[in-house]
C-alpha cells in the first residue's frame, strides 16, 4: 500500500529533509519532536508534530514505546528512522512491524544480519564480495591471538556489534594485541551491550569508498559510489562523489558487488556499502553495510539526480524501483562538508547558542540542507551537527572552487561553526590533488595546518 501519512521519528536536518520529501509526493507528514525541539525547523515545516518525550533522546527519540504510541494517535501508517537514533535497530523496525505499521527501511532481519559485522561479513562472502581477511566469525581473546598469526599483523580489533568507531583498536603486534583486545571487548559491551570481537587485517592508509545502493526486496540498483576519506575520529566530515582515485574498471566491479550483496538479503529501501580501497594494490574490501540514508547522500543525488529518500519512501509503501540500472546517470562531481557547532580552533569544543543571524549559500549547483532560522537555539543534547553544504559541478576542481565560494558567502551567526576547517582543507594542495586517506586529516591537524590559517579566517 502507498503511503499516506508519514510519522518522522528524527530530528534535525534529515528529519527537515525527509519532510520536505514526502510532501513532495504528496504524503501528509507528522513530526516526532522532544521537549527541547519544539522551535525545530522540521516541527514547523510538517503538516503536524507531536512531543515523544522530554530532551534526553533515551527518553524521546529512543523510546520506541512512546514513538508507537505517538505514531498510532497520530494515525500514521509509517515510521521514518532517518539516520543515527533507531534507524538501524532491529528491534524497532520489529516493534514497527508487529504494530501495523510501515518501515521505511529494509525488514528487521536484514538490518539484524547486516548490523552484525561478522554476520554481514559472511553475507558479503557468499554473494561473492571480496572481504579484508580475518576472522570467520565472533572470537574470544585467546582465539584472537591465533588468528592474528594466520592473518598477519597489524590486525584491527573491532566490535563484532555497534559502529561509530567504537570498541576498535590497531594492534601491530602479539604484545599489543594482548593488550589492547580486552580493553576492545569492555568499551563494546559498555557501548553496545555486546562485548563479541572480530580481528581483521589492517589496511594501512586506504581509502574509504561507499556504494549508494536501492531496492525494493525484488531487485536492486547502485547509484555509483563515494568517496569519505577525510575523517576525524572515525567520523566522517567532508565527502564527495564520486571517487576520483578508481578507475573505471575498478568502480564497475566495487558497484556490481554492491548491487550483488544487496540483491542477496532482499534488501529494501535506500542503503550504503562500505567498502576499504588499497590504492597501491587497486583492491577494495567490503567492511560493513548501513541499513539506512546515511548523512552524505546529497553528493550522491546531486551527481545521478535521483532523490533517494523519495525513492526509499515509495519503495517500502510497496512500489517497485522506478528506475532501471542504465537509467541511472552520474554527471560531474559533488562534494558535502559537515557544518557541526564546534570550534575547531578549540579542539572542536561544542558551541551550542542562539542563531543571531542566517544567511544560505546560494548560486547553481549549491544546496545547503540545515534545520536552523534565525533566534533558534542550539540544543546541548544532541550532536553537533547543524547543516551541510553541498555543491556540485562539472569537475572535482570546479566544485571546491564552488565549495570556497559558498562557504565564504554564509553566515550563521551567534555560534562557532567547523567551515573554517573545510576552508582550510579546501586550500590544501594535497587535498585538491586528492592525495589523502583515512589517516590523514588528523596527523594534518595535530601538525598545526588548521591553526595556520587562523589569521586568515579572523
Not at 529494509?106 to 558479503?124: F, L
Not at 547543524?386 to 559541478?393: E, F, P, S
Not at 564552488?402 to 562557504?407: G, H, P, S, T
Not at 590533488?433 to 589517516?439: C, D, E, I, V
Amino acid at each position: 500500500m502507498a503511503i499516506q501519512r508519514l510519522f518522522i521519528a528524527n530530528r534535525g536536518e534529515i528529519a527537515v529533509r525527509v519532510v520536505k520529501a514526502a510532501k513532495a509526493l504528496g504524503i501528509h507528514t507528522i513530526q516526532a519532536h522532544s521537549e527541547a525541539d519544539t522551535e525545530m525547523l522540521a516541527v514547523k515545516l510538517a503538516d503536524e508534530a507531536i512531543c515523544v518525550g522530554p530532551a534526553q533522546s533515551k527518553d524521546s527519540y529512543l523510546n520506541i514505546p512512546a514513538i508507537l504510541e505517538a505514531a498510532k494517535s497520530t494515525k500514521a501508517d509509517a515510521i521514518h528512522p532517518g539516520y543515527g537514533f533507531l534507524s538501524e535497530s532491529p528491534a524497532f523496525a520489529r516493534a514497527v512491524e508487529e504494530a501495523g505499521l510501515i518501515f521505511v527501511g529494509p525488514s528487521a532481519d536484514t538490518i539484524e544480519r547486516m548490523g552484525d559485522k561478522v554476520a554481514a561479513r559472511q553475507a558479503a562472502e557468499a554473494a561473492g564480495v571480496p572481504v579484508v581477511p580475518g576472522s570467520d566469525g565472533r572470537i574470544d581473546v585467546s582465539e584472537a591471538l591465533t588468528v592474528a598469526e594466520k592473518i598477519g599483523y597489524p590486525v584491527m580489533i573491532k566490535a563484532a556489534a555497534g559502529g561509530g568507531g567504537r570498541g576498535i583498536r590497531i594492534a601491530k603486534n602479539e604484545a599489543e594485541l594482548k593488550t589492547l583486545a580486552p580493553q576492545a571487548k569492555a568499551e563494546a559491551e559498555a557501548a553496545f551491550g555486546d562485548g563479541g570481537l572480530y580481528i581483521e587485517r589492517a589496511i594501512l592508509s586506504p581509502r574509504h569508498i561507499e556504494v549508494q545502493i536501492l531496492g525494493d526486496g525484488e531487485t536492486a540498483v547502485h547509484c555509483y559510489e563515494r568517496e569519505c576519506s577525510l575523517q576525524r575520529r572515525r567520523q566522517k566530515v567532508w565527502e564527495e562523489a564520486g571517487a576520483m582515485c578508481l578507475d573505471d574498471e575498478t568502480r564497475e566491479n566495487l558497484c556490481a558487488s554492491a548491487v550483488a550483496l544487496a540483491k542477496a538479503v532482499n534488501y529494501r529501501g535506500a542503503g550504503t556499502l562500505e567498502y576499504l580501497y588499497d590504492e597501491a594494490a587497486n583492491e577494495f574490501y567490503f567492511i560493513e553495510m548501513n541499513t539506512r540514508i546515511q548523512v552524505e547522500h546529497p553528493v550522491t543525488e546531486m551527481v545521478t539526480g535521483v532523490d533517494l529518500v523519495a525513492e526509499m519512501i515509495k519503495v517500502c509503501g510497496g512500489a517497485a524501483l522506478s528506475m532501471t540500472q542504465d537509467e541511472i546517470k552520474k554527471t560531474g562531481h559533488a562534494i558535502e562538508v559537515r557544518l557541526c557547532a564546534e570550534d575547531p580552533f578549540l579542539n572542536f569544543m561544542p558551541w551550542p547558542g542562539v542563531v543571531s543571524t542566517l544567511k544560505e549559500p546560494t548560486g547553481d549547483g549549491v544546496r545547503f540542507d540545515h534545520f536552523l532560522s534565525e533566534g533558534y537555539q542550539i540544543p546541548p543534547f544532541y550532536d553537533s551537527l547543524l547543516g551541510k553544504v553541498i555543491v556540485h559541478a562539472e569537475s572535482r576542481e570546479a566544485a571546491i572552487d564552488k565549495l570556497v565560494e559558498a562557504l565564504e558567502s554564509m553566515e550563521i551567526g551567534g555560534t562557532k561553526t567547523t567551515a573554517p576547517l573545510h576552508l582550510a582543507l579546501a586550500s590544501d594542495p594535497e587535498v585538491r590533488k586528492g592525495a589523502f586517506h583515512t589517516q590523514w586529516l588528523e596527523p594534518w591537524l595535530e601538525a598545526g595546518n588548521l591553526s595556520a590559517t587562523k589569521g586568515d579566517a579572523a
